[in-house]
């Protein structure tokens, strides 16, 4: 594999999900790439929707960490990690796809609580399993374990751009203002 160093975009629900998130950029890091994800956004006057896309638009790669819960909505009822990844699967960016095994045990908080959340949750993990690359994942060293190996196996497959070049491109693409 060359050397190029990769955007890795790492979505998930926050608070539920927040010690796997943790894991997975610890992942990125030590495979040598750079993570970003909400955590890493500065306050900003941009709307947070333009940032997200902003950042999803300069990445090489999308990680998606499905877990138990829907997550935040926006006004038009979908939550922004589906929204991400929509928008990753729009722009032909490789997404990987890790959805939590339904059967581990998840404490309270963990869990979807308001059944219509429950019904857009069920409904977008079918449309996420749908996606080549996914795998199903159950405690957070798991899931360590398996981005650690499909991450590399889809930058081979798949190469981007990446790097100083991939910076570049982006910044001619989209223009600071």
């Not at 894991?23 to 500065?42: A, D, N, Q």
């Not at 922004?80 to 722009?91: F, G, I, P, W």
């Not at 490789?94 to 939590?100: Q, T």
Request: include cysteine; glycine fraction near 4%.
């Amino acid at each position: 594999m060359d050397d190029k160093k990769y955007q890795v975009f790492v979505s998930s629900t926050y608070i539920d999900l927040i010690d796997a998130r943790k894991k997975i950029i610890e992942t990125v890091l030590s495979l040598y790439h750079f993570p970003v994800g909400m955590e890493m956004f500065s306050a900003d006057d941009s709307e947070q929707w333009e940032i997200i896309r902003e950042t999803i638009d300069a990445s090489d790669y999308y990680v998606i960490i499905i877990g138990h819960k829907y997550g935040s909505t926006s006004v038009n009822g979908i939550s922004y990690t589906e929204m991400e990844y929509d928008y990753a699967k729009s722009l032909n960016i490789p997404v990987l796809a890790f959805i939590r095994n339904r059967d581990v045990f998840t404490k309270q908080n963990e869990r979807e609580d308001d059944l219509s959340k429950a019904k857009e949750l069920d409904r977008f993990i079918e449309k996420a399993k749908a996606n080549k690359m996914c795998d199903f994942w159950e405690s957070i060293e798991d899931l360590a374990t398996k981005v650690a190996i499909a991450l590399p196996k889809v930058m081979r497959r798949t190469p981007r751009i990446g790097g100083l070049e991939g910076i570049k491109q982006h910044r001619r693409k989209f223009p600071m203002s």
